[in-house]
């Protein structure tokens, strides 16, 4: 159980081109989903919260204006990279959680997204 | 956001008991101790969690000391399947940082055959 799907699992695009990533909780209704950034050798950096219908609440540093989350559904919740660049060329990763915020998150098998 | 030290990396056996520890002396008594596992090129997996007694699941015990500052992962026989960076963090569920998970820089496991 709590299967949680990302697509496309990797994408290489141009850069000013803007990039779409889904991430779909299958078998559970997802009352929060988390969007993370991981660069080589670093660990999980959380770029947004959000809720469904509710606007997303993003960290302190990321852009709201480039990185566009829309969660309109419990099992479904979009990053759209805006006009990419290189330096936004990363491994995207999305998380759901069901219920309260100690219960755990589960984790998509992550987006590896390469801007030229 | 209280924060976790744990060794940068520990090696084991195949079919042997694997002990990884987390300090977390700053924790507040309504944070979550959480551990998650990441596979090379893979999001991270959901291990275990608790707040103050010890846990069982199907992967892994959890012992929770009884101050609250440590904590220790058990995987009862490792396979070559647990290496991995195992990460474990404090799941906070009050103020602004209400269920957010904050990733340190885990502990790498390496399983020897």
């Known amino acids: 159980g709590a299967v949680v799907s990302q697509h496309p699992s990797w994408v290489i695009c141009k850069s000013g081109t803007s990039v779409k990533i889904e991430c779909r909780s299958l078998d559970f209704q997802a009352t929060t989903m988390f969007w993370y950034r991981q660069f080589p050798k670093q660990s999980l950096m959380l770029m947004a919260t959000?809720?469904?219908?509710?606007?997303?609440?993003?960290e302190q540093g990321v852009e709201k204006d480039k990185f566009l989350i829309n969660h309109a559904s419990l099992t479904l919740s979009t990053l759209t990279v805006t006009s990419a660049h290189p330096e936004d060329s990363s491994f995207y990763i999305c998380?759901?959680?069901f219920g309260q915020g100690n219960q755990p998150q589960h984790f998509g098998d992550g987006t590896r997204l390469s801007i030229l | 956001d209280a924060k976790t030290t744990q060794p940068n990396s520990m090696e084991s056996n195949e079919e042997e008991p694997v002990h990884l520890p987390c300090n977390h002396s700053?924790?507040?008594?309504?944070?979550?101790i959480h551990w998650y596992r990441q596979l090379p090129s893979q999001g991270p997996e959901y291990v275990i969690h608790?707040?103050?007694s010890n846990v069982n699941n199907r992967m892994a015990s959890l012992a929770i000391a009884e101050d609250r500052k440590s904590s220790t992962l058990i995987l009862h026989r490792a396979t070559l399947r647990d290496a991995a960076v195992y990460y474990c963090?404090?799941?906070?569920?009050?103020?602004?940082?209400?269920?957010?998970?904050?990733f340190g820089q885990g502990t790498i496991l390496t399983v020897h055959p």
């Open positions: 608790g707040l103050t």
């Open positions: 998380s759901a959680r």
């Open positions: 963090i404090l799941g906070s569920t009050g103020g602004t940082s209400y269920g957010k998970l904050t």
């Open positions: 959000s809720n469904e219908g509710s606007k997303a609440t993003y």
């Open positions: 700053t924790i507040s008594g309504t944070d979550y």
